[in-house]
T-cell receptor, first 113, second 115 residues
Framework: DGGITQSPKYLFRKEGQNVTLSCEQN?????MYWYRQDPGQGLRLIYY???????QKGDIAEGYSVSREKKESFPLTVTSAQKNPTAFYLC????????????FGPGTRLTVL | AQKITQTQPGMFVQEKEAVTLDCTYD???????LFWYKQPSSGEMIFLIY??????QNATEGRYSLNFQKARKSANLVISASQLGDSAMYFC????????????FGDGTTLTVKP
């Protein structure tokens, strides 16, 4: 079955540590996205990538980094520079263009202890 | 810059009745897509319905329909015959018709269906 997988589902981190969230898709989609969601709020775009080896900052990129070495993979690193990283993180992909819907992974809930 | 406004933080509806969730948007793009997603308490985002800016007819998908009024820049979601399983958070989103299709989401509306 085609879809998007994110791991882990729950992640705990100590302050000052970097942590990497995994996102893999087998939908053959070109574009991939990372969003952050805080309780009771909407999604905010962190980074997005249209093709392999290329990515752009979204609205809240500070303290985060990404890579896109393979079409199917778009990992997100939450660095120690991110002041308030506790949140729900969603990865998404789409075939391309603003006229297609996004497919979302199940999300990773990150808690900083 | 794009902006999505959902003015109803929470809504209640009786089972089997219809409900309208409001969404207004602002954009300078001429070509764009409008989307509604459902987020149950489990957290996953489920695509419901799509409307293109050039579509003249309102989109429908089963019990979901999108009331698109371009001049008013509104894209309200109508859910007919509400079911208990419709209780969730609902997000309106828009994307310009570019390769990246960078999306903007509203803050969402929490819908509770009462038995």
């Amino acid at each position: 079955d085609g879809g998007i997988t994110q791991s882990p589902k729950y992640l705990f981190r100590k302050e000052g540590q970097n942590v990497t969230l995994s996102c893999e898709q087998n939908l053959n989609h070109d574009a991939m996205y990372w969003y952050r969601q805080d309780p009771g709020q909407g999604l905010r775009l962190i980074y997005y990538s249209q093709i392999v080896n290329d990515f752009q900052k979204g609205d809240i990129a500070e303290g985060y980094s990404v890579s896109r070495e393979k079409k199917e993979s778009f990992p997100l690193t939450v660095t120690s520079a991110q002041k308030n990283p506790t949140a729900f993180y969603l990865c998404a992909s789409r075939t391309g263009g603003g006229f297609s819907e996004q497919f979302f992974g199940p999300g990773t809930r990150l808690t900083v202890l | 810059a794009q902006k999505i406004t959902q003015t109803q933080p929470g809504m209640f509806v009786q089972e089997k009745e219809a409900v309208t969730l409001d969404c207004t948007y602002d954009t300078s793009d001429q070509s764009y897509g409008l989307f509604w997603y459902k987020q149950p308490s489990s957290g996953e985002m489920i695509f419901l319905i799509y409307q293109g800016s050039y579509d003249e007819q309102n989109a429908t998908e089963g019990r979901y329909s999108l009331n698109f009024q371009k001049a008013r820049k509104s894209a309200n979601l109508v859910i007919s015959a509400s079911q208990l399983g419709d209780s969730a958070m609902y997000f309106c989103a828009m994307s310009p018709n570019t390769n990246a299709g960078k999306s903007t989401f509203g803050d969402g509306t929490t819908l509770t269906v009462k038995p």
